[in-house]
């Protein structure tokens, strides 16, 4: 961890830590919600491990029964964050993290292997942008740390949002400042110069809302939770 950095979450960990899902209800994500639900617990389908078994309660976030419905947007939108979420998939299945409903952190089975077919497809990464037809940048984690099938994962992103001029032109762009997966860092002053490819909104803006996509497979979501920062620089 850099000064910087350390500076930063220390920063967000004394501010207000805003509750996206604590296990109750989705109160605090927009509607349409689609078939997201609350559940108690998930657990590999012993008959097929790309599929979830889902005990009925609270706890637990997940995407409907057949791992495909709506995304999920928070309702209220945020700009430099230190975002924390706790997922779980199975095997073959990927969802993923929008930071401001623009820039994905990927979630991907990548238990076991080696880089993918391209930067940021990978779990932890950074997902490419898709520009005249084609993938553009994207970056893998510094190290594959992703836990096997079934298992819950962690993410903790420090965030900065872009920054604009009075007339509204970007002056600085996004960052991923860090991400941790599993405690572990995969990225350190990652730039992305604008949306990856599937984001919600093809703009930028100051702030946005967190999208937890939605129809790559079955995921299950915990404990999400945002600490706003006043001035990432």
Not at 35 to 43: G, I, P, Q
Not at 117 to 146: A, D, K, Q, T
Request: aromatic share 10%; glycine share 12%; charged share 25%.
């Amino acid at each position: 961890m850099t000064a910087q950095t350390e500076s930063l979450f220390a920063r967000a960990a004394r501010g207000p830590q805003i509750g996206l899902f604590t296990g109750a209800d989705l109160t605090a994500w927009r509607p349409p919600r689609g078939e997201w639900r609350t559940a108690a617990a998930v657990r590999l389908d012993p008959k097929d491990p790309g599929r979830f078994q889902v005990a009925p309660g609270r706890g637990v976030l997940v995407n409907g029964p057949k791992g495909r419905t709506v995304d999920l947007l928070s309702a209220e939108e945020f700009g430099d964050a230190w975002v924390h979420v706790e997922f779980c998939i199975p095997k073959g299945s990927n969802s993923g993290v929008y930071l401001m409903g623009r820039y994905e952190l990927q979630i991907y089975d990548s238990y076991g292997s080696a880089r993918g077919e391209y930067p940021g497809i990978e779990c932890g990464g950074i997902y490419p942008r898709w520009i005249g037809g084609r993938r553009i940048g994207g970056r893998s984690p510094l190290r594959n740390v992703s836990r096997p099938p079934g298992q819950w994962q962690s993410f903790d992103i420090l965030f900065r949002a872009p920054r604009f001029d009075r007339k509204g032109k970007k002056i600085r762009p996004a960052c991923f400042l860090e991400a941790r997966h599993n405690g572990t860092v995969v990225h350190r002053n990652a730039v992305v110069s604008g949306p990856t490819r599937a984001a919600r909104f093809a703009d930028e803006k100051p702030k946005g809302p967190l999208i937890l996509q939605r129809d790559h497979g079955p995921a299950a979501y915990r404990n999400i939770w945002i600490r706003p920062i006043d001035g990432a620089e």
